[in-house]
Nanobody, 123 residues
Framework: QLQLVESGGGLVQPGGSLRLSCVAS????????IGWFRQAPGKEREGVSC????????VYADSVKGRFTIFRDTEKNAVYLQMNNLKPEDTAVYHC????????????????WGQGTQVTVSS
């Protein structure tokens, strides 16, 4: 009944672009902060970006700043991650998740997660 679904992953060459989607059903996203996370094989999960529940403010990991952009489409109940100038080190499974306080703060608890979408950057 309540679902959070990521899509848009795939195989791209270095320097290419990809847009990931995070779409909710059964609940609305506009009162939540939404974070994007990724995990590569053999490595710990890392936060990529987060957008707060209002105002449009967002934060980015240093490794993706200037290349990735997070934004909302309230009418579609969705959050997107636009990824440009992709690098092989961006290869990972990407997940979106909700934070109930609407904040992108240190120590935040993300309690709803999607199933993930695979991004592979390779020649």
């Amino acid at each position: 009944q309540l679902q959070l679904v990521e899509s848009g992953g795939g195989l791209v060459q270095p320097g290419g672009s990809l847009r990931l989607s995070c779409v909710a059903s059964g609940f609305t996203l506009d009162h939540y902060a939404i974070g994007w996370f990724r995990q590569a094989p053999g490595k710990e999960r890392e936060g990529v970006s987060c957008i707060i529940s209002s105002g449009g403010s967002a934060v980015y990991a240093d490794s993706v700043k200037g290349r990735f952009t997070i934004f909302r489409d309230t009418e579609k109940n969705a959050v997107y991650l636009q990824m440009n100038n992709l690098k092989p080190e961006d290869t990972a499974v990407y997940h979106c998740a909700t934070e109930a306080w609407g904040l992108c703060h240190i120590g935040a608890v993300y309690d709803k997660w999607g199933q993930g979408t695979q991004v592979t950057v390779s020649s």
